[in-house]
């Protein structure tokens, strides 16, 4: 059993490039999030997803872009690198949502840098 | 608007002392209060959580946490710190009230010492 997979691993960036981050899980869960971490700051939520077909912004979606066609996948693309993107991007799921007792699974990060 | 405060970016324990990682928060309605752990280059993992019933809630690695519903505390302790526990551990809240809000704070590094 997988869990929550994310590519690549790390990443270098020119600005004004653009990327996707992969992020794949086999447990079927129906809820879907993409997080950015940065020092001191805790995880900031950039999209979520309740199932395929379904997604919404959270609290940072500005330069980014999700889609779920399907239950196991769920994107994050970067349209036009800036260096304010520079961050360590988590995908996570669950089955019933982030707002319950259930907690989330995390892949293991996209370090991403802008220069 | 719900919250989460980490008091201390980093704490420092002797190997077999006692350790305690603090947290509170605040939130509209009953809370459900979890605590995750980061080792570096690794994505978060869950150690425990906190739903109702009794204050002190037992987890993964010999984690253990303790409600405190007057202070909106949720420490993270550990009677017997290792060197292993060295990590980045992160407090969360929801308020199970709808939506996908779960608030982390910022996390606090534990190093353990020989």
């Known amino acids: 059993n997988a869990g929550v997979t994310q590519t690549p691993k790390f990443r270098i960036l020119k600005i004004g490039q653009s990327m996707t981050l992969q992020c794949t899980q086999d447990?079927?869960?129906?809820?879907m999030y993409w997080y950015r971490q940065d020092p001191g700051m805790g995880l900031k939520l950039i999209y979520y997803s309740v199932g395929a077909g379904i997604t919404d912004k959270g609290e940072v979606p500005n330069g980014y872009n999700v889609s779920r066609s399907t239950t196991e996948d769920f994107p994050l693309r970067l349209e036009l690198a800036a260096p304010s993107q520079t961050s360590v991007y988590f995908c996570a799921s669950n089955l019933r949502g982030a707002a319950t007792n259930e907690k989330l699974f995390f892949g293991s990060g996209t370090q991403l840098s802008v220069l | 608007a719900q919250s989460v405060a980490q008091p201390e970016d980093q704490v420092n324990v002797a190997e077999g002392n006692p350790l305690t990682v603090k947290c509170t928060y605040s939130v509209s309605g009953n809370p459900y209060l979890f605590w995750y752990v980061q080792y570096p280059n690794r994505g978060l993992q869950f150690l425990l959580k906190?739903?109702?019933?009794?204050?002190l809630v037992k987890g993964s690695y010999g984690f253990e946490a303790e409600f405190n519903k007057s202070q909106t505390s949720f420490h993270l302790k550990k009677p017997s710190a290792l060197v292993s526990d060295s990590a980045l551990y992160f407090c969360?809240?929801?308020?199970?009230?709808?939506?996908?809000?779960?608030?982390f704070g910022t996390g606090t590094q534990l190093k353990v010492e020989l």
């Open positions: 969360a809240v929801s308020s199970g009230g709808g939506g996908n809000k779960l608030t």
């Open positions: 906190y739903i109702t019933g009794d204050n």
């Open positions: 447990m079927n869960h129906n809820y």
